[in-house]
């Protein structure tokens, strides 16, 4: 079974930075893409901030103050947040597309997911 692990996440006051981490037990490759989705209770699962192999893509509502990254030979995803905002508050899931075909936005387009860390933003 394929285990997504996150970590980072926590209660934090605007403005604050965290860095969310996901390790996955699989090797991860070049083609593969790794994203990171939130979900704040009665809401859909939305996407964060997806990478592959040549880009990165954000949500509007972060641009500029996120950033994500990531290490093949560590099969980990990273996730950057930069001066957060009480409206962010939601449950964060990491996810794995090891058959990426573009739509980065997309829930289906991710095999394997995390089973989310919390990120809780004061005002």
């Known amino acids: 079974q394929v285990q997504l692990v996150e970590s980072g996440g926590g209660l934090v006051q605007a403005g604050d930075s965290l860095r969310l981490s996901c390790t996955a037990s699989?090797?991860?490759?070049?083609?593969?893409?790794m994203g990171w989705f939130r979900q704040a209770p009665g809401k859909k699962r939305d996407l964060v901030a997806a990478?592959?192999?040549?880009?990165?893509y954000y949500a509007d509502s972060v641009k500029g103050r996120f950033t994500i990254s990531r290490d093949n030979a560590k099969r980990t995803v990273y996730l950057q947040m930069y001066s957060l905002k009480p409206e962010i508050t939601s449950v964060f899931f990491c996810?794995?597309?090891?058959?990426?075909?573009?739509?980065?936005?997309?829930?289906?387009?991710?095999?394997?997911w995390g089973q989310g860390t919390p990120v809780t933003v004061s005002s």
């Open positions: 996810a794995v597309a090891p058959r990426y075909t573009g739509r980065y936005y997309y829930t289906d387009e991710y095999a394997y």
């Open positions: 990478i592959n192999w040549s880009d990165t």
């Open positions: 699989i090797s991860i490759y070049n083609n593969y893409a």
